[in-house]
């Protein structure tokens, strides 16, 4: 069950921040328009992403020598710096909420959602490298299970902002808000970020 939360976190933690993608499913949840579509298409693109990460790296195993591992050890960790690094820089940020609303059809929905979640690189850096690469020394079961909480994270978070954006951009967009959401992030990554250089050290000695 541990590994289920982990993953839980971690994915939260990832998913938990100022994009493109994000802001499009609160512009559309302001307008109560493909609310569930959008809302699944982003949950169901981030599951099989993840556990295409996962698998990935699972495939990969048996062909980890001693070397690869610890330079897939050595840029998860670098992974993690830079990915902390932007959230303190961010801690000033704000989401932009375009208040020009569009309509779009019923395909162009589905064309600009896939749009904003496979041509945006950060979501394969996140899920592929990030989470497969994390659980990379897993067993299988607790490769699942973190998959599984990854994903219920994703799922939780698209749904809740979506259905919720009025109620929560009326805090997303306030910069206190994003500085306690950030500094949360922050914490639980430098606490992996420790994790992954303990292995490092691990491979050195």
């Given at each position: 069950?541990?590994?289920?939360?982990?993953?839980?976190i971690t994915g939260l933690?990832?998913?938990?921040?100022?994009?493109?993608?994000?802001?499009?499913?609160?512009?559309?949840?302001?307008?109560?328009?493909?609310?569930?579509?959008?809302?699944?298409?982003?949950?169901?693109?981030?599951?099989?992403?993840?556990?295409?990460?996962?698998?990935l790296f699972s495939f990969?195993?048996?062909?980890?020598?001693?070397?690869?591992?610890?330079?897939?050890?050595?840029?998860?960790?670098?992974?993690?710096?830079?990915?902390?690094?932007?959230?303190?820089?961010?801690?000033?940020?704000?989401?932009?909420?375009?208040?020009?609303?569009?309509?779009?059809?019923?395909?162009?929905?589905?064309?600009?959602?896939?749009?904003?979640?496979?041509?945006?690189?950060?979501?394969?850096?996140?899920?592929?490298?990030?989470?497969?690469?994390?659980?990379?020394?897993?067993?299988?079961?607790?490769?699942?299970?973190?998959?599984?909480?990854?994903?219920?994270?994703?799922?939780?978070?698209?749904?809740?902002?979506?259905?919720?954006?009025?109620?929560?951009?009326?805090?997303?967009?306030?910069?206190?808000?994003?500085?306690?959401?950030?500094?949360?992030?922050?914490?639980?990554?430098?606490?992996?970020?420790?994790?992954?250089?303990?292995?490092?050290?691990?491979f050195i000695i």
């Open positions: 069950m541990s590994y289920l939360i982990l993953g839980f933690s990832l998913i938990f921040a100022i994009g493109a993608q994000n802001i499009f499913v609160i512009e559309q949840g302001l307008k109560k328009e493909y609310i569930f579509l959008v809302c699944s298409i982003c949950a169901i693109s981030d599951f099989i992403l993840i556990f295409f990460g996962i698998f990969f195993d048996n062909f980890f020598s001693f070397k690869i591992e610890f330079i897939l050890n050595l840029l998860l960790f670098i992974f993690l710096v830079h990915f902390i690094w932007n959230k303190i820089k961010t801690q000033k940020s704000k989401i932009v909420i375009n208040k020009n609303y569009k309509k779009y059809s019923f395909l162009k929905i589905i064309y600009k959602t896939l749009g904003f979640t496979y041509l945006n690189p950060h979501v394969y850096s996140d899920t592929v490298f990030f989470l497969g690469n994390f659980s990379k020394n897993f067993l299988i079961q607790q490769k699942y299970l973190f998959g599984i909480g990854a994903s219920i994270s994703s799922l939780i978070f698209f749904f809740s902002l979506g259905y919720l954006s009025n109620y929560l951009s009326k805090y997303l967009i306030k910069k206190k808000t994003w500085r306690i959401i950030n500094l949360i992030i922050i914490l639980f990554m430098f606490f992996l970020a420790l994790y992954v250089l303990k292995n490092i050290f691990i």
